[in-house]
């Protein structure tokens, strides 16, 4: 009896060695870009932080508003991009074209609306996220810093918007080496730029937050610089870029397919974004010390997070491909064993994590209470990892199988419907502190995870949407 409910076990949850070739082939260049990424990111995070409290809290602030807009402007290029990669694959260069004007004019006109709401509005929605409640940092020190880093980093939005718009359309053709290629080289520019305008290094001012925002422009613009250049000089490859801008004028009907294809996809980010800055947002009424700890939770998690990210995209790329050619019980066996591996591998992960936590706030300058906070909330993501893991694979199984509106419900519907009204509970009429809160926020996953089994279990997620 035994023997038989292990040999079960196996066959539907452990793969062979061939198996985790496969994975590994897919999400090794996944994880190493988001490492890098990452790994930058962390550094340049600890280059602020080193400054101070206020200075750290207000670019973490301004980062969270400038999230939603760059979730909005990934919702358009890859809602359109889904009848580009089709126009590619039939071989219609026009019809790519197209599509690639009318995300230049999407991302325009977003890049557009979030330019003008920033400027006008920059105290007002920074100041939603300050609060009386701790004595780390002083409140307007903080706002200060963050609107100086948001009216400067204003200008980023645009080379960064056109760059999504060219590296979509090139991943869209299985053009995928030169944007990780462009987003190395920006990182790395950022990196060094970050060492000399922040700090003054080198015979340059010392600059401080504005130094850390005219390192991220720079970085952008040669990001999008090389990926422009790529693309136009590269016409044997990329055929669909030649001429391209000798109109922008696109059929009417053209419009109309993409907007009904980006509009949910494009929802779902900004719905998504903007309910994790409303968390974020609450769990700031409990003083700037939570928003600093916040800062550095977040940006270690990011970190660890980079395995179960790459193996989620592994599971829409290889059970979507199982799913289009018909094998649906092969689809379900590949989701199955590669959730499996994805928890297994961050319960590891996760120990690390929880053990090396009272480490990374150390890194920082910051009062001995933000480090204490970050430290508990980085211990508290550690063991949440295994959970996230089972959610994040989860989400792109089923949505390998064309169930866009129950991914949309069990994404940002959930948020909105149960996990931003439960912290506003938390926070708004009670007198928690911020490390509780953060841990009782946590459990509304826990029942998504038991959605996500459900869904899962029923297997009418596994369909052919190809036929």
């Known amino acids: ?12 949850f452990i793969g062979d060695r061939n198996f985790y070739k496969k994975v590994v082939v897919i999400a090794l260049p996944i994880m190493l870009q988001n490492g890098i990424t990452n790994f930058v990111g962390l550094l340049d995070n600890i280059m602020v932080g080193r ?20 979730l909005c402007l990934f919702g358009a290029s ?25 995300k230049l004019l999407m991302n325009a006109i977003l890049v557009a609306a979030a330019i003008a709401v920033l400027w006008l509005f920059t105290d007002p929605l920074i100041s939603l996220y300050l609060h009386e ?23 980023g939005q645009i080379p960064l918007a056109v760059e999504m718009c060219y590296s979509s359309t090139l991943r869209e053709s299985g053009e995928t ?4 290629k462009a987003s190395v080289v920006a990182l790395l520019i950022n990196l060094i730029l970050n060492y000399m305008l922040i700090y003054g290094k080198f015979g340059f001012p010392v600059l401080g937050v504005r130094g850390a925002a005219i390192a991220t422009i720079a970085s952008r613009i040669v990001q999008a610089g090389i990926v422009i250049v790529w693309s136009h000089t590269h016409s044997a490859k990329v055929p669909y870029f030649s001429g391209v801008y000798k109109s922008l004028i696109v059929p009417g009907k053209l419009v109309g397919k993409v907007l009904i294809l980006t509009f949910p996809i494009m929802m779902n980010e900004t719905l998504w974004s903007s309910a994790v ?6 769990y700031s009424t ?59 591998v961050c319960f590891i992960m996760g120990s690390l994590m929880f053990l090396t936590a009272p480490f990374f706030p150390l890194a920082y300058n910051t009062s001995a209470e933000v480090k204490r906070i970050a430290t ?44 931003i009204p439960f912290a506003f509970i938390l926070t708004k009429f009670t007198t928690l502190a911020i490390l509780p809160v953060f841990l009782f926020c946590q459990f509304p996953d826990i029942l998504k995870c038991i959605m996500g089994f459900v869904i899962m279990k029923r297997g009418s997620w596994a369909r052919n949407i190809a036929r």
């Open 1 to 12: 009896m035994e023997t038989s409910i292990l040999s079960k076990f196996k066959s539907r």
């Open 78 to 102: 890859s809602g359109a991009g889904i009848l580009g990669a089709q126009f590619y694959g039939k071989g219609d260069m026009e019809g790519v074209r197209n599509v690639f004007r009318i």
């Open 286 to 344: 409990r003083g700037l010390a939570a928003v600093a700890a916040l800062n550095i939770n977040s940006t270690i998690a990011n970190v660890f997070n980079i395995v179960f990210i790459a193996l989620g995209d592994s599971v829409a790329i290889i059970v979507g491909q199982q799913l289009g050619a018909g094998k649906i019980e092969e689809g379900k066996q590949t989701a199955y064993r590669i959730i499996f591996a994805s928890i297994l």
């Open 376 to 419: 508990g909330m980085i211990r508290i993501n550690a063991c949440m990892m295994p959970f996230q893991a089972f959610l994040h694979s989860a989400y792109f199984t089923i949505r390998s199988g064309g169930k866009t509106f129950i991914t949309f419900i069990f994404d940002s519907g959930f948020m909105w419907i149960v996990a």
């Open 133 to 155: 409640g701790s004595s780390a940092g002083d409140l307007d020190a903080t706002l200060r810093y963050g609107h100086d880093y948001l009216r400067l980093m204003l200008l």
């Open 277 to 282: 800055a409303t968390q974020t947002a609450l």
């Open 177 to 180: 080496t030169i944007p990780m």
């Open 51 to 70: 400054i101070g409290t206020e200075q750290m809290s207000g670019v973490s602030i301004v980062n969270q508003l400038f999230f939603i807009l760059i």
